[in-house]
């Protein structure tokens, strides 16, 4: 029945461009379908919404008469928080005073009021939000601790807060939500936590890290990166081969224009989403580069859909072909990957080992919607690909939120796990191909109890496979998502010692090496209040042990707790370094890549911010490593042959001697976390180790080993199958330019683009 809909809406696309004495392309196509998705979204019953939502209820205010006192009131209640939604939080406390002041029927319901003076406290804390850290932007706004530039010069929501939240703690002193922001308030004023009333101050928020790193720099607004838009997905990568990383980035929003930056080698970026084309395309909550048709250009996998159900969720994904001359073209329909499922998350593999890439994407089911399986593309090598999902054993039905890709048992076959919101996690293991069949054959096998993956049953996110401790077997990170109430009340608990047994932990599974994994995660010190929703890991110090940066949140605004950074120390355990590292954004964090950006050795961070609504759209970060140690490095660029051009699922095994030590790191090539997306050249610390021994890499797909020996550390290689030495590139090390301008790069949608 899909697949019919799906022809249906081709055809009727054709027709119209027939209608127009035109014979459309793929491109023309997509485009078509991407705006009449968009006005299909434009519903009041679409709960991210809020413009239709606010036309739905002013028409119900002008229907209802002024006698039916108590649903006018609910109305009214409901358009305030549409308006706070909308960015218009003054509007908001206009409606919640006039209702506070005269509840009619509700007066003798406390519940129903309290609500309403809860509300009037967000819509005051979003007023301080939005004149201070967003209209008049700084690189300290929103980094808790809050000091120097972040503290707020108008004080007229902070100030009303503060009054609000002190009376409902009066009343009710356990309410953690307001607690956490209470003391936030405070904070935003300067004065935390002097005059934060005893009985209600959470302690040592402002206290140093036990274990503390060199601080980041955000330094996006002076190379005018700190784009403005909802939540979205970043990509890090050279998608013109001139060797300095680019950036391109997506709002989910279906107003809201694709960006991308080209790295000018100077220090410089120049905003080139219009010359690329890449601007014509919109949405996308996530997105991720490929080599799919193996000609060496990155190309770019849109992901749509995310959160809004069957109804409002079924949106195309988009493939997006790097012309290498600067240009992207819209090669979906063309490529047999059209289909209509609400999903953010996908992984890029070569999974049946033919040299070429597949894709798995995993959608979004929920309870009483349409059926939304996962779907398996299997590369037919010629620009296309056939989906065998069902066949592959593959077909999934939950409320997919993260997947990812590698050999976990090292046989050679790259394997999937997947994350949701259902409450289960997915192991499936690639079984290879068939006896006597062509390589479309492929299979898999659902492990995940023999894996000893099935005890956790909470609700999870951002996903990815690693190797944490270096002993050369992939481990899996699967972030809790399990929660009750406002993010704001386990960062409380947390600080006050009273956390609950699930709080958003950054989960972590050792691999056992004997097909079966171990839940490390308070071993390891992970035990944390993370919630992620986008994360990734590098090596910010060069030590050569994967570190770990999370982007934090879900849609309500008083979920303001910071983003979080870990720093593994040694493969033994994990330190919460987010403090000092300085990266603790309270505003929503999404998409996240590690990449050296300046190609000075250590990895930079770029970070999609911005929530679910206009009204919580805010400037992206791109902290720059200020170098946090004197350790060595080495930048490996892999190129297939008979394995994929990319080299994606290729393993690279470092051995060096250190201090008089031989050891090894592991490093496999993948754009990282399954919410962010880091370059595909391997960016690897050495220690203090300058000579690396022997460079092994198994490359993905044709099982080949290549060995390379007495390779020097920190310099920038390529190393083709096959080759008996690397290629040396000759990169320029960057100084990115300040005070280029602090213009703010300003991309939400307009009201009227959504009609």
């Given at each position: 029945?899909?697949?019919?809909?799906?022809?249906?809406?081709?055809?009727?696309?054709?027709?119209?461009?027939?209608?127009?004495?035109?014979?459309?392309?793929?491109?023309?196509?997509?485009?078509?379908?991407?705006?009449?998705?968009?006005?299909?979204?434009?519903?009041?019953?679409?709960?991210?919404?809020?413009?239709?939502?606010?036309?739905?209820?002013?028409?119900?205010?002008?229907?209802?008469?002024?006698?039916?006192?108590?649903?006018?009131?609910?109305?009214?209640?409901?358009?305030?928080?549409?308006?706070?939604?909308?960015?218009?939080?003054?509007?908001?406390?206009?409606?919640?005073?006039?209702?506070?002041?005269?509840?009619?029927?509700?007066?003798?319901?406390?519940?129903?009021?309290?609500?309403?003076?809860?509300?009037?406290?967000?819509?005051?804390?979003?007023?301080?939000?939005?004149?201070?850290?967003?209209?008049?932007?700084?690189?300290?706004?929103?980094?808790?601790?809050?000091?120097?530039?972040?503290?707020?010069?108008?004080?007229?929501?902070?100030?009303?807060?503060?009054?609000?939240?002190?009376?409902?703690?009066?009343?009710?002193?356990?309410?953690?939500?307001?607690?956490?922001?209470?003391?936030?308030?405070?904070?935003?004023?300067?004065?935390?936590?002097?005059?934060?009333?005893?009985?209600?101050?959470?302690?040592?928020?402002?206290?140093?890290?036990?274990?503390?790193?060199?601080?980041?720099?955000?330094?996006?607004?002076?190379?005018?990166?700190?784009?403005?838009?909802?939540?979205?997905?970043?990509?890090?990568?050279?998608?013109?081969?001139?060797?300095?990383?680019?950036?391109?980035?997506?709002?989910?929003?279906?107003?809201?224009?694709?960006?991308?930056?080209?790295?000018?080698?100077?220090?410089?970026?120049?905003?080139?989403?219009?010359?690329?084309?890449?601007?014509?395309?919109?949405?996308?909550?996530?997105?991720?580069?490929?080599?799919?048709?193996?000609?060496?250009?990155?190309?770019?996998?849109?992901?749509?859909?995310?959160?809004?159900?069957?109804?409002?969720?079924?949106?195309?994904?988009?493939?997006?072909?790097?012309?290498?001359?600067?240009?992207?073209?819209?090669?979906?329909?063309?490529?047999?990957?059209?289909?209509?499922?609400?999903?953010?998350?996908?992984?890029?593999?070569?999974?049946?080992?033919?040299?070429?890439?597949?894709?798995?994407?995993?959608?979004?089911?929920?309870?009483?919607?349409?059926?939304?399986?996962?779907?398996?593309?299997?590369?037919?090598?010629?620009?296309?690909?056939?989906?065998?999902?069902?066949?592959?054993?593959?077909?999934?039905?939950?409320?997919?939120?993260?997947?990812?890709?590698?050999?976990?048992?090292?046989?050679?076959?790259?394997?999937?796990?997947?994350?949701?919101?259902?409450?289960?996690?997915?192991?499936?293991?690639?079984?290879?191909?068939?006896?006597?069949?062509?390589?479309?054959?492929?299979?898999?096998?659902?492990?995940?109890?023999?894996?000893?993956?099935?005890?956790?049953?909470?609700?999870?996110?951002?996903?990815?496979?690693?190797?944490?401790?270096?002993?050369?077997?992939?481990?899996?990170?699967?972030?809790?998502?399990?929660?009750?109430?406002?993010?704001?009340?386990?960062?409380?608990?947390?600080?006050?010692?009273?956390?609950?047994?699930?709080?958003?932990?950054?989960?972590?599974?050792?691999?056992?090496?004997?097909?079966?994994?171990?839940?490390?995660?308070?071993?390891?010190?992970?035990?944390?209040?993370?919630?992620?929703?986008?994360?990734?890991f590098g090596d910010i110090d060069n030590d050569g042990y994967l570190d770990i940066f999370i982007g934090t949140g879900n849609p309500s605004y008083k979920s303001l707790?910071?983003?979080?950074?870990?720093k593994n120390m040694g493969g033994k355990g994990f330190a919460d370094v987010t403090t000092s590292a300085q990266v603790g954004s309270l505003q929503k964090g999404h998409?996240?890549?590690?990449?050296?950006?300046?190609?000075?050795?250590?990895?930079?961070?770029?970070?999609?911010?911005?929530?679910?609504?206009?009204?919580?759209?805010?400037?992206?970060?791109?902290?720059?490593?200020?170098?946090?140690?004197?350790?060595?490095?080495?930048?490996?660029?892999?190129?297939?042959?008979?394995?994929?051009?990319?080299?994606?699922?290729?393993?690279?095994?470092?051995?060096?001697?250190?201090?008089?030590?031989?050891?090894?790191?592991?490093?496999?090539?993948?754009?990282?976390?399954?919410?962010?997306?880091?370059?595909?050249?391997?960016?690897?610390?050495?220690?203090?180790?300058?000579?690396?021994?022997?460079?092994?890499?198994?490359?993905?797909?044709?099982?080949?080993?290549?060995?390379?020996?007495?390779?020097?550390?920190?310099?920038?290689?390529?190393?083709?199958?096959?080759?008996?030495?690397?290629?040396?590139?000759?990169?320029?090390?960057?100084?990115?330019?300040?005070?280029?301008?602090?213009?703010?790069?300003?991309?939400?949608?307009?009201?009227?683009?959504?009609?």
């Amino acid at each position: 029945m899909r697949q019919k809909l799906i022809l249906f809406t081709i055809v009727l696309i054709g027709a119209v461009g027939i209608s127009r004495c035109t014979k459309p392309n793929s491109e023309d196509k997509m485009l078509e379908l991407l705006e009449q998705t968009r006005r299909k979204v434009f519903n009041y019953q679409n709960n991210f919404s809020p413009e239709a939502q606010l036309l739905y209820l002013d028409s119900l205010l002008k229907a209802v008469p002024e006698s039916e006192v108590a649903q006018r009131f609910r109305i009214k209640h409901f358009k305030a928080n549409i308006l706070m939604q909308l960015g218009k939080p003054d509007d908001a406390i206009n409606i919640l005073r006039a209702l506070e002041r005269d509840p009619g029927p509700f007066v003798t319901l406390p519940g129903v009021m309290r609500k309403v003076t809860d509300d009037m406290a967000v819509a005051y804390l979003r007023f301080g939000e939005q004149v201070n850290c967003i209209n008049h932007h700084s690189v300290d706004a929103c980094i808790l601790p809050i000091k120097n530039g972040g503290i707020h010069r108008n004080t007229k929501g902070s100030k009303g807060s503060v009054t609000i939240y002190e009376q409902m703690l009066t009343e009710k002193p356990d309410d953690y939500e307001s607690l956490w922001l209470l003391n936030i308030a405070y904070m935003t004023l300067g004065q935390y936590p002097g005059r934060v009333p005893k009985t209600m101050l959470i302690p040592a928020m402002d206290n140093p890290d036990a274990i503390a790193v060199k601080p980041f720099q955000d330094i996006a607004p002076d190379l005018k990166l700190d784009v403005k838009n909802m939540a979205g997905g970043v990509i890090t990568e050279d998608f013109d081969n001139d060797g300095f990383l680019d950036l391109a980035m997506s709002g989910w929003d279906l107003s809201e224009p694709m960006h991308y930056f080209k790295n000018n080698g100077d220090g410089t970026f120049t905003d080139k989403s219009e010359k690329s084309r890449l601007n014509k395309f919109t949405g996308g909550l996530h997105m991720t580069q490929t080599d799919y048709n193996n000609d060496g250009f990155k190309d770019i996998f849109v992901l749509r859909g995310a959160w809004l159900g069957g109804q409002f969720g079924e949106q195309p994904n988009s493939l997006l072909r790097n012309n290498g001359d600067g240009t992207f073209t819209d090669v979906t329909i063309d490529a047999g990957l059209l289909s209509m499922h609400p999903t953010q998350t996908a992984t890029w593999n070569d999974f049946n080992n033919d040299g070429w890439l597949d894709v798995f994407i995993g959608n979004e089911t929920t309870i009483g919607a349409n059926y939304h399986p996962c779907e398996l593309y299997l590369n037919n090598k010629n620009g296309t690909f056939t989906e065998v999902a069902k066949q592959a054993k593959t077909d999934i039905a939950a409320f997919v939120k993260g997947v990812t890709s590698a050999d976990y048992d090292n046989d050679g076959w790259n394997d999937l796990f997947i994350s949701t919101l259902s409450g289960r996690r997915f192991l499936l293991r690639n079984k290879g191909l068939g006896a006597g069949t062509d390589g479309r054959g492929i299979s898999f096998e659902d492990v995940t109890q023999s894996a000893a993956l099935d005890k956790d049953q909470n609700r999870s996110f951002a996903t990815w496979f690693w190797d944490y401790d270096n002993d050369g077997w992939q481990d899996i990170l699967c972030g809790d998502y399990t929660m009750d109430y406002a993010l704001s009340y386990y960062a409380a608990a947390e600080r006050l010692g009273k956390s609950p047994e699930f709080h958003g932990q950054p989960v972590l599974y050792h691999n056992n090496h004997d097909g079966t994994f171990s839940n490390v995660t308070k071993a390891m010190g992970l035990d944390k209040t993370g919630f992620a929703m986008g994360g990734n890991f590098g090596d910010i110090d060069n030590d050569g042990y994967l570190d770990i940066f999370i982007g934090t949140g879900n849609p309500s605004y008083k979920s303001l707790i910071p983003n979080k950074m870990f720093k593994n120390m040694g493969g033994k355990g994990f330190a919460d370094v987010t403090t000092s590292a300085q990266v603790g954004s309270l505003q929503k964090g999404h998409s996240v890549a590690f990449a050296d950006m300046d190609n000075d050795g250590d990895q930079d961070i770029y970070i999609e911010m911005g929530g679910a609504y206009i009204g919580d759209a805010y400037q992206n970060s791109f902290f720059m490593n200020p170098g946090q140690s004197g350790n060595n490095w080495i930048s490996i660029d892999l190129e297939g042959v008979t394995a994929n051009k990319a080299a994606v699922g290729s393993r690279i095994k470092l051995t060096f001697t250190e201090n008089g030590q031989t050891r090894s790191v592991y490093r496999v090539v993948s754009s990282g976390g399954s919410f962010g997306s880091s370059p595909f050249k391997r960016e690897i610390g050495l220690g203090s180790a300058r000579v690396i021994d022997e460079v092994e890499i198994r490359w993905n797909g044709s099982g080949k080993v290549q060995k390379l020996k007495n390779i020097a550390a920190n310099q920038f290689i390529k190393i083709r199958e096959g080759s008996a030495a690397p290629e040396k590139k000759l990169v320029k090390k960057l100084v990115f330019k300040r005070g280029s301008g602090h213009e703010m790069q300003v991309c939400l949608p307009v009201a009227k683009a959504r009609i």
